[in-house]
């Protein structure tokens, strides 16, 4: 009998803990149900980044009610951050939890991460191309645009391994903001395209100063003639341009090359003598531009509203507003006649729930963020261009465009000069591999720029032996020494939940009562076999 109790015991917990391993496998794959369900209610989530421009968040709302109006059954909660790492960061914590939003606005690098789980991203694939509700499907109830109506390029940004897992949203890529008017007064003149030899060579001319300490160029005791914001576009578009190494798709780092380290060496010359300095050691390149201590400020062509002197974004004090005429350039080339640069922008993800309903709630939803009203709307905002032909072909955005300068805020030159640059070399753009780890590497690649710069501003020396050791500290800094490879490969997320530590702790102690009772009863054995030998 107690044999009895002690094997139903186990067997029991061992039937829970398998239970328990089938749970933590994640959620099943997502499968389109037939129709949508329009009796039920659905709340969704929907995570998307703002700073401090309130005309974003009145678009997001907007596209909200927009469609809540068709969906009246679809309630969407919106989330908005300060930028895309806290994004980044929140959805990595909530999916450990399963509280992961249902949309989210995020970049392809991080979306890879988040595919280290399993089903935690629905592929979107089989969802874009179904006749009801794929894109432009017959029971979608508005104006979606088909798959092909999707610029290709921006389209091709979210496949990951051998799936689409993101739409794109809005685009843009780098543009370099001059101060033309410093620029002549040093004796130069623009070129259409600019290259490094170039804005190393005016960068360096405008740091010459007067025997009183003053810069000639500005009449000011501060001039920082080159500011770049993301030091990791920086690296990577520069690797690109000479044809180095950075990433392959499968993941191999090439970062670390003789070229990476010339690059360097540049950078921490022009560090040395005042020329350079980045956005993390100096701060935002426009507050120096439009206060007449910059020069060449590199930025997203989504930051154009706040350079120049009309800028209708403006993060210093009107009296510290320096007058100048701005002009919009392509960031600088090792080669001019093939100028290469990055594409970017936010992409759109759809999580995965246990009810598909709610999925295709989300799903239908993504899909509204992609209408022209919504397109247009936002790209009016800032330097992004619209991700769709069918908005780049309205009327409505063709009137936009040809309308800059007749205001400072909704036609403002600038803005509108930035998204022409972005729309006109889309095919001079490129995105890097994207997988699971793609976005340590991101960062490591600005952090080398980072450090060199530091170093130099510390009076350190910036030899082999700061290379060597350099390259040792970002490997290890961002782990770069672990195996990495394809976004779809299973990986850990971290420690066991409560629930399956107490399940294994269970089976840990059925197996010490099993070997207990096993002993007892050896010993019991032997006890009376010594018994009956003593009564012989």
Same mark, same amino acid.
């Given at each position: 009998?107690?044999?009895?109790l002690v094997l139903l015991l186990f067997c029991t917990v061992c039937m829970l803990a398998l239970t328990a391993c089938h749970g933590s496998r994640g959620l099943d794959a997502f499968v389109i149900p037939e129709t949508f369900d329009t009796s039920r209610e659905y709340e969704i989530t929907f995570w998307a980044k703002n700073d401090t421009n309130m005309t974003q968040t009145e678009i997001y709302q907007q596209a909200i009610d927009g ?88 389209l091709a940004e979210g496949v990951i391994g051998d799936a689409q897992y993101a739409l794109p949203y809005m685009r843009s890529s780098e543009a370099c903001y001059i101060n033309k008017t410093y620029v002549e007064a040093l004796g130069y003149d623009i070129p259409d395209i600019l290259t490094w030899d170039y804005i190393w060579e005016v960068s360096e001319a405008a740091v010459k100063k007067n025997a009183d300490g003053i810069y000639e ?14 030091? =990791? ?159 780049? =072909? ?18 403002? =030159? ?58 040792? =500290? ?63």
């Amino acid at each position: 009998m107690k044999h009895r109790l002690v094997l139903l015991l186990f067997c029991t917990v061992c039937m829970l803990a398998l239970t328990a391993c089938h749970g933590s496998r994640g959620l099943d794959a997502f499968v389109i149900p037939e129709t949508f369900d329009t009796s039920r209610e659905y709340e969704i989530t929907f995570w998307a980044k703002n700073d401090t421009n309130m005309t974003q968040t009145e678009i997001y709302q907007q596209a909200i009610d927009g469609f809540e109006a068709l969906y009246p059954n679809v309630h969407v909660n919106l989330r908005l951050y300060t930028n895309y790492g806290v994004i980044y960061n929140d959805v990595i914590t909530n999916l450990a939890t399963g509280t992961a939003p249902n949309v989210c606005i995020t970049y392809p690098d991080h979306i890879a991460t988040y595919l280290s789980g399993v089903n935690t991203v629905v592929p979107l694939d089989a969802l874009m191309a179904h006749e009801k509700y794929g894109l432009g499907g017959s029971e979608v109830r508005f104006d979606a645009p088909t798959q092909a109506e999707i610029i290709p390029k921006y389209l091709a940004e979210g496949v990951i391994g051998d799936a689409q897992y993101a739409l794109p949203y809005m685009r843009s890529s780098e543009a370099c903001y001059i101060n033309k008017t410093y620029v002549e007064a040093l004796g130069y003149d623009i070129p259409d395209i600019l290259t490094w030899d170039y804005i190393w060579e005016v960068s360096e001319a405008a740091v010459k100063k007067n025997a009183d300490g003053i810069y000639e160029v500005n009449g000011q005791d501060v001039m920082i003639p080159f500011i770049y914001k993301s030091t =990791d576009n920086m690296m990577i578009q520069y690797l690109a341009q000479a044809g180095a190494g950075y990433s392959t798709a499968d993941g191999e780092i090439l970062l670390f090359n003789d070229e990476t380290e010339r690059f360097l060496y540049e950078i921490s010359s022009h560090v040395e003598t005042g020329a350079f300095s980045t956005f993390k050691i100096s701060s935002y390149p426009a507050n120096f531009l439009n206060a007449g201590q910059c020069i060449f400020a590199i930025d997203s062509t989504a930051g154009a509203t706040w350079m120049g002197s009309d800028a209708p974004l403006v993060d210093i004090a009107e009296e510290k507003i320096v007058r100048f005429e701005t002009v919009v350039r392509p960031i600088p080339q090792l080669d001019p006649e093939n100028p290469v640069m990055i594409s970017q922008g936010p992409s759109v993800c759809v999580f995965n729930k246990a009810d598909p309903q709610e999925v295709l709630a989300s799903w239908l939803f993504t899909q509204y963020l992609l209408t022209n009203e919504v397109q247009i709307a936002y790209a009016q905002t800032e330097g992004y261009v619209p991700v769709t032909q069918k908005a780049l =072909d309205d009327p409505d955005y063709i009137d936009y465009m040809s309308r800059a300068g007749e205001d400072n805020d909704l036609y403002y =030159d600038i803005k509108i000069a930035a998204s022409r640059l972005a729309l006109d070399y889309t095919e001079n753009t490129f995105v890097t591999a994207v997988y699971n780890g793609s976005a340590s590497l991101r960062d490591a690649a600005g952090q080398m720029i980072e450090n060199t710069a530091k170093a130099t501003r510390r009076k350190q020396a910036v030899d082999d032996a700061f290379m060597d050791k350099l390259q040792t =500290d970002i490997t290890a800094l961002y782990r770069l020494n672990e195996a990495r490879g394809s976004a779809m490969e299973t990986k850990d997320l971290g420690p066991l939940p409560v629930g399956a530590k107490a399940l294994l702790g269970a089976v840990g102690a059925v197996w010490v009562l099993i070997l207990l009772y096993l002993a007892q009863n050896t010993i019991r054995t032997r006890l009376r076999a010594d018994a009956k030998n003593a009564k012989k």
